[in-house]
């Protein structure tokens, strides 16, 4: 059984910031990938940031240079700082898990989602 268990989320006021923690617990081999999404009631769930176990790291075009994304392989935890928060960047944030459960298999799980919300 893998478990994938958000935290940091809240309610924050415009400009501030936030670190979101994201742990992947369970039988794993090694992490190959991990990132967060968000989603914005209507609207669908998009990529926010991604890294991978080698240190690739990707972001939306909306959150380039306020959040940076950062990982602890060993612990197969991954975090999200973000800074400058705008009133646009409340959503439920989900942490996403690439995981090897064994040598020869990938999967794909998703945490519980935390939310943020940035509103004075």
């Known amino acids: 059984q893998v478990q994938v268990v958000e935290s940091g989320g809240g309610l924050v006021q415009p400009g501030g910031s936030l670190r979101l923690s994201c742990v992947a617990s369970?039988?794993?081999?090694?992490?190959?990938?991990m990132g967060w999404y968000r989603q914005a009631p209507g609207k669908q769930r998009e990529l926010v940031a991604a890294i991978t176990s080698g240190g690739i790291t990707n972001y939306a075009d909306s959150v380039k240079g306020r959040f940076t994304i950062s990982s602890d392989n060993a612990k197969n935890t991954v975090y999200l700082q973000m800074n400058s928060l705008k009133p646009e960047d409340t959503a439920v944030y989900y942490c996403?898990?690439?995981?090897?459960?064994?040598?020869?298999?990938?999967?794909?799980?998703w945490g519980q989602g935390t939310q943020v919300t940035v509103s004075s």
């Open positions: 369970g039988s794993i081999f090694s992490m190959h990938a």
């Open positions: 996403n898990a690439d995981l090897q459960i064994t040598k020869w298999e990938l999967r794909d799980y």
